[in-house]
C-alpha cells in the first residue's frame, strides 16, 4: 500500500476533504490549505515529509501554474500535480514546462488518479534517497572529514581547495598510505563535477598489457577476445573525475595516448578508426619523483609538464605527530563497532609510543596497528601491551619499563611483574609462564616487547 504524505492545495472545502478521504484510505498521511499562501506555509512547515503536492489551478490568490516555482523553492524534493476543472492545452504544456510531474482534469477516474499520484510519490522519493546518498557521499569524501589539525596537513588541504573549483590536471605526490585518494575523492566533492562519476584507477593494479584497453576501451574484433564494443574508464568517467593512482606504472606507450587526452580531451580505442571526445578531469597521485624520472627518460617529460600543471606534495605521517591521536581514536572507535567491542581509549603510554614512532607505511601503517590491537584487546582500555610490531619496543624508553620503580603503567607493571617471576623460578621460562597463566610462545613476546633478557 502506498504511503507518504501529499498536500492538497484548493479552495473548494467539499472537493479537498473528498478527495483527502478518497487518498487517506490509500495510505497516505494528507495535509490540507484552501490557498496559495496557506499552502506554501503548510509546505514550508512539512518539507521534510511532503512527496506531492496537488494543487488547483484556480486559487483565490495565485494561479497554479505560476505556483509551481514558489512551490519548488519550499520543497526541491517534491512533485507537484495541477488539478483543473477545465483543463486546456496550452495550461498543461505551460505547466509541465514549469516543472509539474503532471496535469489532470478534476472529474477523472480514481484509479487513474491513484497512478499519478503514485508515481509522482515513487519519484519524489527516488530524488530524496538519490539527495541522501550524494549527501552522505559528500560527507564521507569532504575536507571537512578529513582528520587532524597539523600545520602539514592544512597547507596541502588549502591548496587542495583552491584547485577543487577549477578544471585543472592536479598531481598529488607523497608517500604510500599518506591519503592520495582521499585527497582526491575531496576535490571531486568539492569540484562542480561533484555530482558525476569518479572513477579511480590503480595503474600499478593492471598487467601492462590490459592497462591501454582498460583505460581507453576497445572495438568488437580489436584483438582475439573482443567479442562487442567495450566502453573504457576513460568513457565511463565522462563528466566527473578519473583518478589515476601511481600514474608512475604507465607504459611509454600509454602515456603518449594519455598526454592526448591532456591536450584534446580525444583518444582512439583499439580497433578504432576515429577519435572519441571525452569531458573528464584529470587528478593523478605518485609516490615517485616524476620529475627525476623525467629527466632519466623514465617517464615522459611532456606529460610530466602536463601533469603537473597544480602539484600538491602530501606529507607523512611523521610530519604530522600532533594528528597521530586522534587518527588513533578514529580508527580505535571504527574498529570497536565492527569487532562489536567497548575499547574506549588509549592510555598515556600507548600515545606516547604511536607518537614516537616514525610510521613508515603512514596512515594505512597506523590503520592496520590498531586493527591487530583492536582485535586482541578485551572489552577495556587499550594498552601499549597491545600495540604488536616489535618496533614500538625499540623507542626509547621502551625497553626500560621494567627499571622504573616509579612507572606505575599496566606496560611498566607489568614488566616488573615478568621479571619477579622469572627471578624467583630461577630462569625457567616454562615455570614463569605457568605460573603467569600464559602460554611459552606469548612469553616469549612479552620478554621481546619489554627489552627484558631472552
Not at 490509500?26 to 521534510?48: C, K, M, N, S, V
Not at 622504573?404 to 621460562?429: C, F, M, W, Y
Request: glycine letters at 6%; one cysteine or more.
Amino acid at each position: 500500500m502506498p504511503t507518504g504524505t501529499l498536500l492538497i492545495i484548493d479552495d473548494e472545502t467539499s472537493f479537498r476533504q473528498l478527495l483527502a478521504r478518497v487518498l487517506e484510505r490509500e495510505g497516505y498521511t494528507i495535509l490540507q490549505a484552501p490557498d496559495a499562501r496557506r499552502g506554501l506555509d503548510t509546505l514550508a512547515q512539512h518539507a521534510g515529509q511532503v512527496l506531492v503536492v496537488l494543487s488547483d489551478v484556480k486559487l483565490p490568490d495565485a494561479h497554479g501554474v505560476e505556483l509551481i516555482a514558489r512551490l519548488r523553492a519550499k520543497c526541491p524534493d517534491a512533485e507537484i500535480v495541477l488539478m483543473t476543472a477545465y483543463g486546456t492545452i496550452p495550461d498543461g504544456v505551460q505547466a509541465m514546462k514549469q516543472g509539474a510531474f503532471d496535469y489532470v482534469t478534476k472529474g477523472d477516474s480514481e484509479e487513474q488518479l491513484f497512478v499519478i499520484v503514485e508515481r509522482a510519490a515513487d519519484k519524489a522519493q527516488l530524488r530524496r534517497r538519490v539527495s541522501e546518498l550524494e549527501r552522505r557521499v559528500h560527507q564521507q569524501h569532504s575536507f571537512e572529514t578529513m582528520i587532524g589539525h597539523s600545520p602539514a596537513l592544512r597547507a596541502a588541504q588549502h591548496l587542495a581547495r583552491q584547485v577543487a573549483a577549477t578544471d585543472s590536471t592536479v598531481l598529488l605526490e607523497g608517500p604510500t598510505g599518506s591519503g592520495k585518494e582521499l585527497f582526491a575523492q575531496a576535490i571531486h566533492q568539492a569540484s562542480p563535477r561533484r555530482s558525476k562519476p569518479f572513477v579511480a584507477v590503480n595503474c600499478s593494479a593492471f598487467p601492462k598489457d590490459l592497462l591501454e584497453s582498460e583505460l581507453f576501451g576497445y572495438k568488437k574484433g580489436a584483438f582475439t577476445g573482443a567479442l562487442t564494443d567495450k566502453k573504457g574508464l576513460l568513457e565511463e568517467a565522462h563528466g566527473g573525475t578519473l583518478f589515476l593512482d601511481e600514474i608512475g606504472e604507465l607504459e611509454l606507450n600509454v602515456q603518449a595516448k594519455f598526454l592526448r587526452v591532456l591536450e584534446t580531451q580525444t583518444f582512439t580505442k583499439l580497433g578504432d578508426t576515429k577519435p572519441s571526445q571525452v569531458n573528464v578531469r584529470i587528478v593523478a597521485a605518485t609516490n615517485r619523483n616524476l620529475k627525476l624520472e623525467a629527466a632519466e627518460s623514465r617517464f615522459r617529460p611532456d606529460l610530466y609538464y602536463r601533469l603537473s600543471v597544480f602539484t600538491i606534495d602530501l606529507p607523512p605521517l611523521k610530519a604530522r605527530e600532533t594528528d597521530v591521536p586522534a587518527l588513533a581514536s578514529h580508527f580505535l572507535q571504527y574498529f570497536a563497532t565492527r569487532l562489536k567491542k567497548r575499547l574506549p581509549g588509549l592510555d598515556a603510554e600507548c600515545l606516547r609510543l604511536l607518537q614516537a614512532y616514525d610510521w613508515p607505511g603512514n596512515v594505512r601503517e597506523l590503520k592496520n596497528v590498531l586493527e591487530r590491537a583492536a582485535i586482541l584487546t578485551p572489552d577495556n582500555e587499550l594498552v601499549a601491551a597491545h600495540l604488536l610490531p616489535t618496533e614500538f619496543y625499540a623507542l626509547p624508553g621502551a625497553a626500560r619499563a621494567a627499571d622504573d620503580p616509579h612507572d606505575r603503567s599496566l606496560r611498566a607493571v607489568e614488566a616488573r611483574h615478568i621479571r619477579q617471576l622469572l627471578t624467583e623460578a630461577d630462569g625457567n621460562k616454562t615455570e614463569a609462564a605457568r605460573q603467569l597463566g600464559i602460554g611459552l610462545t606469548t612469553l616469549y613476546r612479552k620478554l621481546q616487547e619489554y627489552g627484558l633478557s631472552a
